[in-house]
C-alpha cells in the first residue's frame, strides 16, 4: 500500500492534505474566506472539541472521576469561572493566554503522537526538540506580528526565508541521520502546524489552516480507541447503538459551537459576547485531554493506551 494512502499516515502522522486544501481555498476564492472559516470549525475543529465529552463521560472513567473530583470537576468548574471573568474584564490579555494554551495544547499532542511511534530514543528526542522549539518560534511571531505588531507586513518574506532554511536543515539533518520514514513525517507534521503564522494576514488563519492536522490527528485516535473498546466488548448491538450516538452528540455540539463562534462577528455586543461559551469549552478540551491522555496513570494506560499500540 502506498505510504501516502495508509490510513494513519493519512489522518495521524502526515494529514497534510487539510491543510493544503484550506490553503487552496483560501487564496483561489478569498470572497469566501468566511465560508471556508466556518465550514472548517463546524466539520474539523469543533467536532474534534465536541469528541472529549462522550469520550470523558464514558462509564469506563466514573470511577476514575469520583476518585479524582478535584482534577475531573472542581478544577473544570474553576476554569469555566475564570474564562468567563477574564473575558470580560481582560479581554486582549485572556485571548493571548488562550492562544497559549492552544499551542502548548498542539505542541503537547504532536510529543504524545511522536512518544508513541518512535521507539529509538535518540530519534525521539531529536523530533521532540525540535518540534517545541518551532512550536516556540512560531507562538513568537505570532505575538510579535499579532498581539504586538513588531512584525510588519514587508518583514514576511525574509521571514519565511529564514524559517524555510531552517526546515531544510533539520529535515535534511534528520533524514541523514535517521533516514526517511513515516515517524520522520510525524515530526514534519509536528513542525509544520503553526507555520501559517508567517504569511496569513488573519490570526484565525493562523489558528485553523496548520492544525487542521492535529483535528484529524484527535478524531482518528479517538475513534481507534473507542472502536477497540466496543469490538472488545463484543456487544455489537451497544457497539453500534454507541457510535451512533458518539457521531450525533459531535456533531450536534458542533453545530452549536460554530454558530455561536459566528456571532463572535457580529455588530451588537452581546451577541459577539457569545464566542466565549466555544472558547470556555475549548479551553476545557485543553485540560480534560492533558488527564485523560496522561499515560502515567494505570487508568489512562489500561483504557486508553493499550487500544493505541494494538
Same mark, same amino acid.
Given at each position: 500500500?502506498?505510504?501516502?494512502?495508509?490510513?494513519?499516515?493519512?489522518?495521524?502522522?502526515?494529514?497534510?492534505?487539510?491543510?493544503?486544501?484550506?490553503?487552496?481555498?483560501?487564496?483561489?476564492?478569498?470572497?469566501?474566506?468566511?465560508?471556508?472559516?466556518?465550514?472548517?470549525?463546524?466539520?474539523?475543529?469543533?467536532?474534534?472539541?465536541?469528541?472529549?465529552?462522550?469520550?470523558?463521560?464514558?462509564?469506563?472513567?466514573?470511577?476514575? /472521576?469520583?476518585?479524582?473530583?478535584?482534577?475531573? #470537576?472542581?478544577?473544570?468548574?474553576?476554569?469555566?469561572?475564570?474564562?468567563?471573568?477574564?473575558?470580560?474584564?481582560?479581554?486582549?490579555?485572556?485571548?493571548? $493566554?488562550?492562544?497559549?494554551?492552544?499551542?502548548?495544547?498542539?505542541? !503537547?499532542?504532536?510529543?504524545?503522537?511522536?512518544?508513541?511511534?518512535?521507539?529509538? &530514543?535518540?530519534?525521539?528526542?531529536?523530533?521532540?526538540?525540535?518540534?517545541? /522549539?518551532?512550536?516556540? &518560534?512560531?507562538?513568537?511571531?505570532?505575538?510579535?506580528?499579532?498581539? /504586538?505588531?513588531? %512584525?510588519?507586513?514587508?518583514?514576511? &518574506?525574509?521571514?519565511?526565508?529564514? #524559517?524555510?532554511?531552517?526546515?531544510?536543515?533539520?529535515?535534511?539533518?534528520? $533524514? /541523514?541521520?535517521?533516514?526517511?520514514?513515516?515517524?520522520?513525517?510525524?515530526m514534519v507534521t509536528g513542525i509544520l502546524?503553526?507555520?501559517?503564522?508567517?504569511?496569513? +494576514?488573519?490570526?484565525?488563519?493562523?489558528?485553523?489552516?496548520?492544525?487542521?492536522?492535529?483535528?484529524?490527528?484527535?478524531?482518528?485516535?479517538?475513534?481507534?480507541?473507542?472502536?477497540?473498546?466496543?469490538?472488545?466488548?463484543?456487544?455489537?448491538?451497544? +457497539?453500534?447503538?454507541?457510535?451512533?450516538?458518539?457521531?450525533?452528540?459531535?456533531?450536534?455540539?458542533?453545530?452549536?459551537?460554530?454558530?455561536?463562534? &459566528?456571532?463572535?462577528?457580529?455588530?451588537?455586543?452581546?451577541?459577539?459576547?457569545?464566542?466565549? #461559551?466555544? %472558547?470556555?469549552?475549548?479551553?476545557?478540551?485543553?485540560?480534560?485531554?492533558?488527564?485523560?491522555?496522561?499515560?502515567?496513570?494505570?487508568?489512562? !494506560?489500561?483504557?486508553?493506551?493499550?487500544?493505541?499500540?494494538?
Amino acid at each position: 500500500m502506498s505510504l501516502l494512502f495508509k490510513k494513519e499516515v493519512f489522518f495521524v502522522k502526515f494529514p497534510i492534505l487539510f491543510p493544503l486544501l484550506y490553503l487552496t481555498v483560501l487564496y483561489s476564492f478569498p470572497s469566501f474566506e468566511t465560508q471556508l472559516i466556518f465550514l472548517t470549525i463546524l466539520l474539523l475543529a469543533e467536532t474534534h472539541f465536541g469528541a472529549t465529552w462522550p469520550f470523558f463521560l464514558s462509564k469506563l472513567n466514573f470511577p476514575h /472521576i469520583k476518585k479524582n473530583k478535584i482534577s475531573f #470537576i472542581y478544577i473544570p468548574v474553576l476554569i469555566t469561572v475564570l474564562c468567563l471573568i477574564s473575558f470580560f474584564l481582560i479581554k486582549n490579555l485572556f485571548l493571548l $493566554i488562550f492562544f497559549a494554551a492552544n499551542v502548548y495544547h498542539v505542541t !503537547r499532542q504532536s510529543f504524545g503522537i511522536t512518544n508513541l511511534y518512535t521507539k529509538d &530514543i535518540h530519534q525521539k528526542k531529536f523530533y521532540i526538540n525540535s518540534i517545541y /522549539i518551532f512550536n516556540f &518560534i512560531f507562538f513568537s511571531i505570532a505575538f510579535f506580528r499579532f498581539y /504586538i505588531p513588531l %512584525i510588519k507586513y514587508e518583514h514576511l &518574506i525574509i521571514l519565511n526565508i529564514i #524559517i524555510i532554511f531552517l526546515f531544510c536543515v533539520i529535515f535534511l539533518y534528520s $533524514i /541523514i541521520k535517521f533516514k526517511f520514514s513515516e515517524n520522520f513525517l510525524t515530526m514534519v507534521t509536528g513542525i509544520l502546524i503553526f507555520y501559517p503564522v508567517c504569511f496569513v +494576514s488573519n490570526p484565525v488563519h493562523a489558528i485553523i489552516m496548520g492544525v487542521t492536522m492535529h483535528y484529524s490527528q484527535y478524531l482518528y485516535l479517538t475513534n481507534k480507541v473507542i472502536n477497540k473498546r466496543e469490538i472488545e466488548s463484543q456487544n455489537f448491538v451497544k +457497539s453500534n447503538l454507541f457510535k451512533y450516538k458518539f457521531v450525533l452528540t459531535i456533531l450536534v455540539y458542533s453545530i452549536i459551537m460554530s454558530v455561536l463562534s &459566528i456571532f463572535g462577528k457580529n455588530d451588537s455586543e452581546t451577541l459577539s459576547s457569545l464566542i466565549i #461559551i466555544p %472558547i470556555t469549552g475549548q479551553m476545557l478540551h485543553f485540560y480534560l485531554d492533558s488527564q485523560l491522555w496522561k499515560f502515567s496513570e494505570s487508568h489512562n !494506560r489500561e483504557n486508553i493506551l493499550k487500544y493505541l499500540v494494538n
